[in-house]
């Protein structure tokens, strides 16, 4: 290498030092850096926040999943306790002129225990309403499942007519919860006919 190359090599690294130190002090001496130590806290702090944010909902979602599951689990163990009672006619009847009395069976299956069941009778009327025609009768205050009980149903028959209706069961399970079943009726003179599903509410 010849000396004019050295030379010229020396004088462009002492050149790209000076440059280098001339750039060093203006940075360092830039009233900028402040404002960007500022927005990097706030942008630091931003992202913090998001985050606790994010892992809070995640906590208040996981605790709403395990209450709605342990409504569901409770729900499905009161339901497993909860009998399923049917009202049903057994063609059994006594009738005194237009008197008639309908033998009707109460059965109550699965698990559980029937409390203060009681049983209505409702007739159709022609302006489309329903009188109460018998009831409420109290059946029986305690019946275990799976069992049964009979019971009677005084109702009133009218001459050479065929009259709709329903028997209206409630009761009151375990856990002091209120049900209600409704089972369609035909009311004709030689007895009391079920003629329908059951309705729960």
Do not use: C
């Amino acid at each position: 290498m010849t000396r004019t190359r050295i030379v010229l090599v020396g004088v462009v690294g002492v050149a790209a030092f000076a440059l280098l130190v001339v750039v060093a002090t203006v940075f360092s001496a830039w009233t900028g850096w402040n404002a960007v130590g500022a927005l990097g806290q706030a942008l630091g702090a931003a992202a913090t926040l998001v985050t606790v944010i994010f892992f809070w909902r995640q906590l208040v979602q996981m605790r709403s999943d395990s209450q709605a599951e342990q409504i569901r689990r409770r729900n499905d163990y009161e339901r497993t306790l909860t009998p399923l009672v049917t009202l049903s006619p057994t063609g059994g009847m006594q009738s005194q002129g237009l008197n008639r009395i309908s033998d009707v069976l109460v059965s109550a299956d699965g698990s559980g225990v029937v409390y203060n069941l009681q049983v209505s009778l409702f007739v159709d009327e022609a302006n489309g309403g329903q009188r109460l025609e018998a009831g409420p009768i109290v059946v029986i205050r305690h019946l275990r499942a799976p069992g049964s009980a009979p019971f009677t149903v005084p109702w009133t028959v009218k001459p050479r007519v065929v009259e709709s209706g329903r028997l209206e069961a409630t009761f009151v399970d375990l856990f002091h919860r209120s049900h209600t079943l409704r089972h369609p009726v035909r009311l004709n003179p030689n007895g009391l006919e079920i003629t329908g599903e059951p309705q729960w509410e």
